[in-house]
Nanobody, 130 residues
């Protein structure tokens, strides 16, 4: 079992930055692929970014490429989402999620579907004002 807790959300003006953190507890997170998703009111939950257990591979949705950066510190069991040049359309509840544990031979995999993740945090609100 892995428990995930997001933090770092808040209200920011357009063009600003925020860094979200996702702290994992329970089983070590170093063998888990991690993802960041977001859900705006009345819309489906969608992938924002994903990272493999090694931290050497990442995926970004087209809408955030060049603005968001996902990273992880396995020693701290924490995954980060650095968000820059924020836009009002980035307003949503942001969730982190974990898939695993993965065997070593799959440590370069990441996942982009909500159905592929086993564990979810409670979410953190990000609001970008224009």
């Amino acid at each position: 079992q892995v428990q995930l807790v997001e933090s770092g959300g808040g209200l920011v003006q357009a063009g600003g930055s925020l860094r979200l953190s996702c702290a994992a507890s329970g089983r070590t997170s170093s063998s888990y692929a991690m993802g960041w998703f977001r859900q705006a009111p009345g819309k489906e939950r969608v992938i924002v970014a994903a990272m493999n257990p090694t931290g050497g591979g990442a995926y970004y949705a087209d809408s955030v490429k060049g603005r968001f950066t996902v990273s992880r510190d396995n020693a701290k069991n924490t995954v980060y989402l650095q968000m820059s040049s924020l836009k009002p359309e980035d307003t949503a509840v942001y969730f982190c999620a974990a898939h695993g544990p993965l065997q070593m031979w799959r440590s370069y995999y990441y996942f982009t579907g909500t159905y592929e993740y086993d564990y979810w945090g409670q979410g953190t609100q990000v609001t970008v004002s224009s």
